[in-house]
């Protein structure tokens, strides 16, 4: 299945801005990419949003509003703005997106149905200023609901990490006075802050797209949890050719993504890796992935390898903190005394694996913060025990709980 590639708009200011196109052979079905703002470095990097042309227009994902992404990567973790973000325009991300969907020959009232990749606030925020220029319906899985719709689940999500991050020895990123006044968090309108959106059909099971009253074969829901529960993917191209996947975060280029749970992250690999007709996978950050199999097999590797560091740091007792701030355990320097929560729940899930196993035990509480040492064995055992867990499904629930 050829796919032909145009570029309709390059990237712009602040690495986003981007417009482009894949034309399935033929010329009846197409998917365009619009980029949107979003920080890199201190964040996951600008927003794809994807407009899928068949026999109606679906969209997936619809990126975060400017000064939304400014006070969740800068201003509460108290972070230095530099002054190329600090001057972008309020609605520059909304700004990016009106001037895509025009490029691509569309308007917001065409589209047909919005499908939310995953319940995290980069990936719908924006929904809402687009929704009110037209009529679709929401969609996206059912157990990313919660964190979607509900109007406080950001500010849950905030509170409850911090206590989270106590226990595993992290710094604050605020002084307990200034969090709980909330004096502090600028950019926060909270009378008119649309941090929510309201799904109309959640996704219950895998299966074809229901758009624009259609049933669509050549758009199917999948279910791929691990970076969030509720995670899809869309599998887009007829049934008998090869396929396009929109992968939301799932799978990252070149950076890896965050699992929320690793074992389930490495059951949905598992999964993926008997992708034989995939041909192209278009994820919401980053590159674009040209050989499914490839990078499957790279982030496998590269959680062996975590937890690999991670168990054998353990040969005496450490915290989650001390693991996450070691020199090249990331790619990036994390700060030991600077509040960091992505670096701080990366290297707790893969501890958490280790203790599902076995492989790390908890030796002691002080002040508040958890300690672990590993038990001994070589890692290989530990590994394949892990492998084993990795390969029965039915054990997941039960072992994480």
Known sequence: MPLTEIVLKPTAVAGSG??????????????????????????????????????????????????????FFYYWRNQPVPQEIDNLLSDHSEREFLEGIKLAGYSIPDVDLLVISHGHPDHFLMANNILSRGKAPVSAHILDTPEICNPWGLLNMWVSLQRQMTAVGMPPPLSPKKFLSLEDLRGFDFDHLGVSLKVD????????????????????????????????????????????????????????????????????????????????????HGRAIRNLNNRVAFLKAHHKNRLRVTYQA????????????????????VDPNQFNFLAGLEALVHLEVLIMVGGLIRTHIRDEVHYFQNCGLPFEEIYGRIMELVADKRKRALMRF
């Open 201 to 284: 059909t959640p996704f219950l099971r895998d299966g074809p797209i229901v758009a624009g009253g259609m049933t669509i074969e050549e758009i199917q829901v999948k279910h791929l949890p691990g970076h969030t529960s509720g995670s899809i993917g869309l599998l887009v191209g007829k049934p008998e050719d090869e396929k396009v996947l929109l992968c939301g975060d799932v799978l990252l280029n070149p950076i890896t993504p965050h699992p929320d749970d690793l074992l389930v992250y490495l059951q949905t690999l598992e999964e993926l890796s008997t992708y034989d007709d995939v041909v192209l996978v278009l994820p919401a």
């Open 314 to 333: 353990c040969h005496v007792p450490r915290c989650v903190w001390d693991i996450a701030s070691m020199p090249d355990y990331f790619d990036t320097f």
């Open 18 to 71: 981007r417009v482009r196109c894949f034309e399935f052979s033929g010329g009846k079905s197409r998917i365009t990419q619009i980029t949107t703002f979003c920080p890199d470095v201190i964040g996951p990097g600008p927003v794809h949003s994807y407009l899928i042309h068949d026999q109606a227009l679906v969209m997936m994902d619809a990126g975060i509003p400017t000064h939304l992404a400014k006070a």
